[in-house]
């Protein structure tokens, strides 16, 4: 079974960013060694933007940047020796990586790879290492494994849609069932039929109706979907499925109808509006010199204010 890197998920590298040296292994009497290396670009699709930097090492010899084909790069397992291996690499459409090992001279000797993002965009990187092309070639699932539902009385329940991910350096195929029972009330509707590395799709779920049985406790499975890369693997999505009584006519939350209590009306049940920007981009008008109804305003007939002098003007000049 194919080693792959990182052990879970994808290694998120900003441009100039390195994955450092991560040891790999390499059968001690074979004569040749793969890793594929896949890059995760944006938007489900290979980016197909700059090759990152590929360098390999032996033992305690230098760290040597891996060329594309067909030009070759010699791996020393120690400073001054001789080579041991040579090495390059080939791009496919999916933005997969084969690193193309040539043992020159087997032996038990630890390996190491070190990967630099050169592209301006952030990519994922995952790989995988084996004796052959076939064999490395290995799918990488990536989705929300966790489905969590609340059904209401009276309503029927929306379909889930769950995305799915390609991020291994192989393609997959599914082998699961279209209209298969997951548990707990889950149906499995449809999914891909496969995905290539860099490639996204959905699984549509369905989900039954309430059965009006109240309160009932969360409903809880597992389920196993299948796929192939081309060995026979699955990975596990948890089900959760709760029953609720919905409100008045099945209709959960409040009436839209209900007035909005953001504000509170004047007496008269109207708000008055205070003038706005002028539209011909001009000054705002000025707001009306009384804001309080003439039905509200208080009377000042008998007030200490009526006779009191006006204020001060400044003199002119």
């Not at 791009?91 to 040539?102: G, P, S």
Request: proline residues 12%; contains cysteine; hydrophobic residues 35%.
């Amino acid at each position: 079974m194919a080693e792959m890197f990182p052990d879970t998920g994808r290694l998120q590298l900003a441009n100039g960013a390195t994955s450092g040296p991560v040891p790999f292994t390499v059968d001690p009497a074979a004569a040749t060694w793969v890793l594929l290396i896949v890059a995760i670009g944006p938007d489900c699709a290979p980016l197909g933007g700059r090759a990152p930097d590929i360098e390999l090492r032996a033992d305690a010899g230098l760290i040597t940047a891996v060329p594309q084909a067909p030009a070759t790069a010699d791996i020393l397992d120690r400073i001054g020796g001789s080579p041991v291996a040579t090495a390059s690499w080939t791009r496919d459409a999916d933005d997969v990586f084969t690193v193309q090992l040539a043992v020159s001279d087997p032996a038990d000797r630890g390996w190491s790879v070190r990967i630099t993002n050169t592209d301006p965009q952030e990519l994922g990187f995952v790989w995988s290492s084996e004796g052959t092309v076939k064999r490395a070639r290995q799918a990488r699932p990536e989705l929300d494994t966790s489905v969590q539902t609340t059904v209401l009385t009276g309503r029927t329940p929306a379909d889930i849609l769950v995305p799915i991910a390609d991020i291994g350096p192989g393609p997959m195929e599914f082998t699961a069932t279209a209209g298969q029972p997951m548990g707990a009330g889950f149906v499995l509707k449809s999914f891909p039929a496969g995905l290539a590395p860099n490639a996204c799709g959905k699984l549509r779920i369905g989900v039954t109706p309430a059965t009006g049985t109240f309160p009932g406790p969360p409903e809880n499975a597992t389920f196993n979907l299948t796929y192939r890369d081309p060995v026979e693997r699955s990975v596990t999505l948890n089900l959760s499925r709760t029953e609720q009584k919905g409100g008045k006519d099945g209709k959960d939350g409040k009436d839209s109808k209900e007035p909005s209590k953001d504000h509170k009306d004047d007496k008269d049940g109207t708000l008055e509006k205070l003038p706005e920007f002028s539209p011909s981009g001009g000054p705002a008008p000025r707001p009306p010199e009384h804001f309080i109804p003439p039905a509200q305003r208080p009377d000042l007939t008998d007030s200490a204010l009526r006779d009191e002098p006006p204020e001060p003007q400044q003199a002119e000049g």
